[in-house]
């Protein structure tokens, strides 16, 4: 009699093994250890540590770090975020002052500050944001600012008060293409992300945003994503490999090659955009006083 093999169908398929075009140095030096000590002596929260950048000893040791407000447990739960998700506690008011005074004492020339989704808060927390820039502003007044802003579910409103505290450039990410944006994004809308955009351009913005690819998007699918981005009014544009954070997030479909995300780089820019910063390990805040 004919033995058939036992399957097990909720055996998961073994991660992929990262290439040696993403293998990152471990975090050491003086300048890392500073900044280390200054986000805990102020007890903030940076995405770098909450979305477990792989870039985190580079920006830790040149003296950069994107701040994180409103607390760092959000209302969404997108599936291929490493940050907690849940009901968040109540948001500090004196934050805004701890972000500034750390920026000024690590005499930060760009600063990258970027929050949670607070779904549950009526202004979305529009105004610790523009508190905190206002905050940067009067105690470094010669950094400059990009915030990084969540979806406001189309509360314009919010919006408004959340981009008009002077910060000079303005960034929503987009994440991946929108055939994947169920799957990826399962609390957002496409069509709504680039609305965002349009209107922070409108409002005078230099508008950015960012994508990931290895989720299974074609480059086709990629290209038509920098059509729609421009059509919005976005100026600059990041392109970086997803990682998957744990076992509970999505899976890795391919590791993209260096070379493609250079196609990615050209292609961006020969459509229109003003900077493109496209590679394995490019996230929306890495290198991002480039485009200054």
């Known amino acids: 009699m004919l033995e058939l093999p036992i399957v097990d169908n909720n055996k998961k398929e073994p991660r992929q093994r990262k290439p040696d075009w993403l293998r990152v140095k ?18 903030l929260h940076t995405i770098c540590q909450s979305g477990s950048c792989p870039n985190m000893g580079e920006c830790w040791g040149a003296g950069t770090a994107t701040f994180m407000i409103l607390g760092n447990v959000c209302t969404r739960s997108c599936s291929f975020c490493a ?6 506690p109540e948001y500090d008011t004196d934050e805004p002052r701890r972000v500034a005074e750390a920026i000024r004492l690590m005499e930060v020339k760009h600063a990258v500050i970027t929050s949670v989704n607070r779904d549950e808060l009526k202004d979305r927390g529009a ?16 950094t400059t600012i990009e915030t990084l802003i969540p979806d406001v579910r189309a509360n314009w ?18 994440e991946t293409v929108k055939a994947l944006y169920r799957k990826v994004r399962p609390q957002a ?17 230099r508008t950015k945003t960012g994508i990931m690819v290895g989720l299974g998007e074609t480059q086709d699918q990629v290209f038509e994503t920098m059509d729609d981005l ?17 076992k509970m997030h999505l899976n890795v479909e391919e590791f993209v090659h260096p070379d493609t995300f250079k196609r990615y780089e050209e292609e961006g820019l020969k459509r229109g ?9 490019v996230r929306s805040s890495y290198h991002a006083e480039r485009h200054l």
């Not at 471990?26 to 102020?42: H, M, N, Q």
């Not at 900077?275 to 394995?280: A, C, K, L, T």
Request: charged share 25%.
């Open 273 to 281: 955009f003003d900077f493109v910063e496209s590679g394995p390990l």
């Open 127 to 142: 105004e610790i944001w523009y508190q905190t820039v206002i905050a940067v502003k009067e105690a470094s007044p010669n």
């Open 230 to 246: 421009l059509e919005h009014g976005c100026d600059v544009l990041t392109i970086g490999q997803y990682l998957q954070p744990t």
């Open 189 to 205: 809308k496409y069509q709504r992300s680039l609305e965002q955009i349009q209107r922070i351009k409108n409002y005078g913005k």
């Open 83 to 88: 940050v907690k998700t849940g009901r968040p």
């Open 26 to 43: 471990l975090p050491i030096g003086k300048e890392f250890k500073k900044v280390r000590a200054l986000v805990d002596e102020y007890n």
């Open 157 to 174: 409103e919010a919006l408004e008060r959340m981009i008009s505290g002077g910060q000079e450039v303005v960034s929503h990410n987009m």
